[in-house]
């Protein structure tokens, strides 16, 4: 599993693993990490207490591996600027000092890359990469080319990677760029546009919230593009859509026919692009008719749980809708702005409507997510 970070704006982009390994995009080498605690060396990548998590919905990535009597905290999230910025931060979240290595890999070939520390920077393949907080403690080669740090308890270290080509930071020292916190509030604020959901389940609500994000920061292709203009990010859309060939763009006018939850499931390991997709599909549908189509197919476990669709374009409006329930039976609030013929087959099949807003109450449910005859 990686995640793909940077900013709005800038097509500079860094991966991470699962891990928290970072990789720029069309760099020949990795950043990597470890911990040198007080009982030995702790490589991330053979360590089974490592988890990860996001900061918020947002592309801020937190990797916490345990450490004696607590946990080393690595964060790596984009920073806007001229110099399309990739922070490194590594904290002690622990109550006793470790040493912490900034680690460079080649991606391909037997041979690390050559480095060297001049000044604030470390240069690799003799350009100025990453702007150091302060001259390191001392560099070890026995786990790959590392800048070793001390790192007193409950104190934070940070790099800044730079992606482009301006070298011009906002500040000579990393530690005054932003934080992850304040990173994640404003991709929050970017995430309250376009097409929004509440959906009934927290972890797949995450997984929603999550791939939004990462929709804006994927490569441009037909599916991206046409999953930005399915969930409403009409910018990036006005934006992407010269980048795309001719057939790029025929593909990215079609949509996928019927999509079941089953498909919503697996398209997830293909992508934020085709997990987005395949979920608009379900919760709004154009018809052929020129009408909508709202919850397609119900997933038996959501039954009894309210669910929320907030302004999702479409060629005649926008589309929004709440799930409420009376006991089996679910109760459907719409506003569809210049739709024709309304219908929710997931919830009752028999059912619809030409009246652009309204609200109904409809066929009971059973446990099992079938309509009560």
Known sequence: MTTR???LGSSCRAIVDARGRVTPEGARYDLD??????DRRHLPAEEASVRQRRVGTAPVVETAMRVPSGDAIQRVYGVGGPADVVVV???NASPVPFAAGLVVRRR???RDPPTRVVGSWLHVDGRPVVRLPRPPLRREREHGDALVYPVAHRTRLRFALVLGRDRDLASDDPGSLPGPDEVARGWEAQLGRGMRVELPDPAFQQAVDGARGDLLLAPVDAATVAALEDWGFDAEVRAAWPRLSFLARRRATRRPGDVGWGAVSASRVHGAAQFLLALRQVLVRESD???VELVTELPPEWVGQGIEVHDAPTRRGL?????RWHGPRPALLWECEGAGRIRAPGLDPAWSTDDPRGEALLTPHTRTGSVQA
Do not use: F, K, L
């Open 289 to 291: 008719d020129g009408g």
């Open 33 to 38: 990490w470890w911990i040198g605690g007080e």
């Open 5 to 7: 970070v940077g900013t």
């Open 89 to 91: 931060e590594i904290e």
């Open 319 to 323: 589309v929004s809708y709440a799930v």
């Open 108 to 110: 391909t070939g037997r």
